[in-house]
């Protein structure tokens, strides 16, 4: 454990801005041409999706969701189309009022999932995901997993905000 512990620092420099993540897209130098012509990508993040992870400096809500989240997730997208695939990105900007981290991680989910499994997640703060915006939320992303693209009506999604 303590060998690999002195290596972490290395392996996660490679995710860049990001490397304090557990996770990440990650496009190794291999042909993605036989993966990308039969796989199609809906990607995306949320509004303030790094906002709990710097909570406490509001003013650093949009700079660190764009370099963890909305950049990585668009250029993983053009990464895909550049070698033959199709993809879609999403924006999910709804913020229920007086939320502490406004459009934070995982705001999308009470909207693809059983809504009353949300109720009380601090993100929501208190209020119910929007039942119109949740249908269409629902509605896209099941047509993209039966269909793929030609569900959906851009390659570019926004819902709420």
Known sequence: MLAVQKEVPAMAARFGPAGGMPFGPVLDE???????????LLVGHTQDDASPYVAEQPDAWAIATELVFAGPARQLAEDWMKAGGQA???????TPSGAPLGACHCMELPFLFDPAAWSGAG???GQE???????????????????GMDALPSRSLEFGG
Do not use: C
């Open 88 to 94: 879609a990105t999403f924006n999910f900007k709804w």
């Open 30 to 40: 291999i042909n993605l041409a036989a993966p990308a012509s039969r796989i199609e």
């Open 123 to 125: 993100m929501l703060a």
């Open 129 to 147: 995901p929007d039942p119109s915006l949740a249908k269409t939320v629902r509605s896209l992303w099941a047509g993209f997993a039966r269909n």
